[in-house]
């Protein structure tokens, strides 16, 4: 079995497992394994009550991997995150406890309940996958995935995450209520068992297995890289936008890209592999300008614009 083949397989009994508990979703959870191989993080927008944190912690449950989860408040400290250094009076010197941010799948709720300086203490764990605490550093598990949930609605007592860190997260991915039918099928699922029970059908060492293949065997070609240019480099030029994508938006496509194309079992990426991703890489990183504000230009027209204008040569 080619490792292609091999992603394939696992994320569709990934999948298998997961429906078992969530209705519906499918294209989010798609691109939240695929995210996972790719090494990014993912941040979840949608209203309370829509499986945000369900799906998360099945995803860690599905494939054996330790899962957290911090509440975001506005009381909570960066310590409370990265964990610090505690004096021992028996040995009179310090040691460092561990936060919640050492775990393979971290799930931030609400994530812009707390003031900016919370927000960033998640900055070096999700850029670098390490800790500082005084003179000493504290690598990470791996893989580490930060899965943030905001809610885009209220904005009482909530602060916008900075723009360097919101730049972090590889996708941000809105997750919309079920439709009728799909609450009816919720509602049978429910009736029976709250949470039904999902079996592990893979594991950590098989993950970065094939995230490793993902990258180095998933094939790339000269008309695809060009694509990804001409699309990431048109956003600067849009005059609705005051910011356009920075290159680490261009990096962002290349890297999903591999991993969408591994578990739909092709061993290279197609252009509609790009369309695919380019809204949830594109939809937090590009920033209206004041007048596409006034008039209510919406940014998702302006990625489907883009999508429609450029063109790709094969």
């Given at each position: 079995m080619t490792q292609v083949q091999e992603a394939k397989d696992i994320?569709?009994?990934?999948m298998e497992e997961m429906q078992k508990r969530i209705v519906?979703?499918?294209?989010?959870?798609?691109?939240?394994?695929a995210s996972l191989l790719s090494g990014g993080h993912v941040l979840l927008e949608g209203v309370p009550g829509i499986a945000k944190t369900l799906m998360a912690s099945t995803l860690?449950?599905?494939i054996k991997m330790d899962f957290k989860r911090i509440q975001f408040t506005s009381d909570l400290m960066p310590a409370d995150i990265t964990g610090g250094n505690i004096y021992d009076r028996e040995t009179s010197s310090f040691t460092f406890i561990e936060g919640p941010v050492f775990t393979n799948i971290l799930l931030t709720d609400e994530i812009n309940r707390s003031p900016p300086k919370t927000q960033s203490a998640l900055l070096e764990a999700m850029q670098e996958k390490q800790v500082s605490s005084g003179k000493k550093t504290y690598?990470?598990?791996?893989?580490f995935m930060v899965i943030a949930t905001q809610n885009p609605i209220e904005s009482t007592g909530v602060y916008p995450l900075p723009e360097a860190q919101i730049d972090r997260f590889l996708v941000k991915i809105p997750v919309y209520p079920p439709t009728t039918d799909g609450e009816i099928d919720m509602l049978v699922?429910?009736?029976e068992k709250m949470f039904a029970d999902v079996d592990s059908v893979t594991k950590?060492?098989?993950?970065?297995k094939l995230a490793a293949e993902a990258e180095k065997?998933?094939?790339?070609s000269n008309q695809i890289l060009e694509y990804i240019a001409k699309l990431v480099t048109t956003t600067r030029t849009i005059p609705s936008l005051a910011l356009g994508a920075s290159p680490r938006g261009s990096i962002a496509l290349l890297t999903l890209s591999r991993s969408i194309a591994a578990i739909r079992g092709r061993d290279f990426v197609e252009p509609d592999d790009i369309k695919s991703i380019f809204f949830p890489i594109m939809n937090h990183r590009l920033i209206l300008s004041p007048e596409a504000e006034i008039e209510q230009i919406r940014v998702?027209?302006?990625?489907?614009?883009?999508?429609?204008?450029?063109?790709?040569?094969i």
């Amino acid at each position: 079995m080619t490792q292609v083949q091999e992603a394939k397989d696992i994320f569709e009994k990934i999948m298998e497992e997961m429906q078992k508990r969530i209705v519906g979703n499918e294209g989010v959870m798609e691109l939240l394994f695929a995210s996972l191989l790719s090494g990014g993080h993912v941040l979840l927008e949608g209203v309370p009550g829509i499986a945000k944190t369900l799906m998360a912690s099945t995803l860690a449950e599905v494939i054996k991997m330790d899962f957290k989860r911090i509440q975001f408040t506005s009381d909570l400290m960066p310590a409370d995150i990265t964990g610090g250094n505690i004096y021992d009076r028996e040995t009179s010197s310090f040691t460092f406890i561990e936060g919640p941010v050492f775990t393979n799948i971290l799930l931030t709720d609400e994530i812009n309940r707390s003031p900016p300086k919370t927000q960033s203490a998640l900055l070096e764990a999700m850029q670098e996958k390490q800790v500082s605490s005084g003179k000493k550093t504290y690598k990470l598990p791996k893989p580490f995935m930060v899965i943030a949930t905001q809610n885009p609605i209220e904005s009482t007592g909530v602060y916008p995450l900075p723009e360097a860190q919101i730049d972090r997260f590889l996708v941000k991915i809105p997750v919309y209520p079920p439709t009728t039918d799909g609450e009816i099928d919720m509602l049978v699922m429910k009736r029976e068992k709250m949470f039904a029970d999902v079996d592990s059908v893979t594991k950590k060492d098989t993950i970065l297995k094939l995230a490793a293949e993902a990258e180095k065997s998933v094939v790339v070609s000269n008309q695809i890289l060009e694509y990804i240019a001409k699309l990431v480099t048109t956003t600067r030029t849009i005059p609705s936008l005051a910011l356009g994508a920075s290159p680490r938006g261009s990096i962002a496509l290349l890297t999903l890209s591999r991993s969408i194309a591994a578990i739909r079992g092709r061993d290279f990426v197609e252009p509609d592999d790009i369309k695919s991703i380019f809204f949830p890489i594109m939809n937090h990183r590009l920033i209206l300008s004041p007048e596409a504000e006034i008039e209510q230009i919406r940014v998702s027209e302006i990625i489907q614009n883009i999508l429609s204008e450029v063109e790709v040569v094969i």
